[in-house]
């Protein structure tokens, strides 16, 4: 049995407040399974919990209690943190380097040789379209390009998870875009990706399953094609049909020369399920 890219289990976290004399839980008992390979998409407004589990997942921080466990080891485990590669919602970048220089820094502290680097670097490059900008310095770059340098570096060290907090933040359409499609040329690579953003139509388009948080709570998840069904609705989609067919479509479907393509429930779109989901009123 393949064991899960990521497995947290019941994990809770609970941050003391000095001088207030209470606690925040930040977390409550949340379980979570990511397969490799996959890209799992983590919603929830602001105070949610998704940093404090993306944090748990690298090991920045220690939950109260739970665990997690990374291909099966414990994600404390330096090996493990190997296998990861990570780009924070507000990257911090030596802008006196190039672009270049920045890919062989990350390079040398991931342990790559001399002649791994020089290659893996140019591939980097060219994968996220700044070869032309290699040796120009990031003090020159749109936030556009300051993500996708972001991205390299995260994959410099040719990670099994990529963790992405926010990747489009801040980055107009056409960056967006170049970015999502990365993502899925990742996956296509192997690569597992756990994915928290706000955007929730790129969601929509590249992540295969998606947990929806709130006040540190998994309300929901699941594949996207079952969350976004509208319940107690069916769709057909009909070939060759006439509209006296289509009036009658119940009794005449066994009998008419017409031919079902495709029969599935309709669907709301994740922003709706989003919103539906974390609306709990007055309280």
Same mark, same amino acid.
């Given at each position: 049995?393949?064991?899960?890219?990521?497995?947290?289990?019941?994990?809770?976290?609970? /941050?003391?407040?000095? #001088?207030?004399?209470?606690?925040?839980?930040?977390?409550?008992?949340? !379980?979570?399974?990511?397969?490799?390979?996959?890209?799992?998409?983590l919603?929830?407004? !602001?105070?949610?919990?998704?940093?404090?589990t993306?944090?748990?997942?690298?090991?920045? $921080?220690?939950?109260?209690?739970?665990?997690?466990? $990374?291909?099966?080891?414990?994600? +404390?485990?330096?090996?493990?943190r190997?296998?990861?590669? /990570?780009?924070?919602?507000?990257?911090?970048?030596?802008?006196?380097?190039?672009?270049?220089?920045?890919?062989? /820094?990350h390079?040398?502290?991931?342990?790559?040789?001399?002649?791994?680097?020089?290659?893996?670097? &140019?591939?980097?490059?060219?994968?996220?379209?700044?070869?032309?900008?290699?040796? &120009?310095?990031?003090?020159?770059? +749109?936030?556009?390009?300051?993500?996708?340098?972001?991205?390299?570096?995260?994959?410099?060290?040719?990670?099994?998870?990529?963790?992405?907090?926010?990747?489009?933040?801040?980055? =107009?359409?056409?960056?967006?875009?170049?970015?999502? !499609?990365?993502?899925?040329?990742?996956?296509?690579?192997?690569?597992? $990706?756990?994915?928290?953003?706000?955007?929730?139509?790129?969601?929509?388009?590249v992540?295969?399953?998606?947990?929806i948080?709130?006040?540190?709570?998994?309300?929901?998840?699941?594949?996207?094609?079952?969350?976004? &069904?509208i319940? !107690?609705?069916?769709?057909? $989609?009909?070939?060759?049909?006439?509209?006296? /067919?289509l =009036?009658?479509?119940?009794?005449?479907?066994?009998?008419?020369?017409?031919?079902?393509? &495709?029969?599935?429930?309709?669907?709301?779109?994740?922003?709706? #399920?989003?919103?539906?989901?974390? =609306?709990?009123? =007055?309280?």
């Amino acid at each position: 049995m393949t064991e899960p890219a990521i497995h947290v289990s019941d994990v809770t976290k609970v /941050f003391a407040t000095p #001088f207030r004399r209470r606690r925040i839980v930040a977390l409550q008992h949340l !379980n979570l399974e990511i397969a490799p390979g996959e890209i799992y998409g983590l919603l929830g407004p !602001n105070g949610s919990g998704k940093s404090t589990t993306l944090k748990i997942i690298l090991g920045l $921080i220690e939950p109260t209690s739970g665990s997690v466990r $990374i291909f099966g080891r414990d994600h +404390s485990a330096v090996a493990v943190r190997r296998d990861i590669g /990570f780009l924070p919602e507000n990257a911090y970048f030596h802008k006196f380097l190039t672009g270049a220089e920045t890919l062989r /820094f990350h390079a040398k502290l991931s342990g790559l040789s001399g002649r791994e680097t020089k290659s893996r670097i &140019a591939e980097l490059l060219a994968t996220v379209g700044l070869a032309r900008a290699a040796d &120009a310095r990031l003090s020159t770059y +749109s936030k556009g390009m300051l993500q996708r340098i972001g991205l390299a570096q995260a994959l410099i060290h040719h990670p099994k998870i990529l963790v992405l907090d926010e990747p489009t933040g801040a980055v =107009d359409p056409a960056g967006s875009r170049d970015i999502q !499609n990365l993502i899925v040329s990742l996956k296509k690579r192997g690569t597992t $990706i756990l994915l928290s953003s706000h955007l929730l139509t790129q969601v929509q388009e590249v992540c295969d399953r998606v947990g929806i948080l709130h006040r540190g709570k998994l309300l929901r998840e699941g594949h996207l094609e079952d969350l976004l &069904a509208i319940e !107690n609705q069916t769709e057909l $989609i009909v070939e060759s049909a006439t509209p006296d /067919f289509l =009036d009658g479509l119940e009794q005449q479907i066994t009998a008419a020369k017409a031919r079902v393509v &495709a029969r599935r429930k309709p669907q709301t779109s994740l922003e709706q #399920f989003f919103l539906k989901v974390t =609306d709990t009123g =007055d309280e």
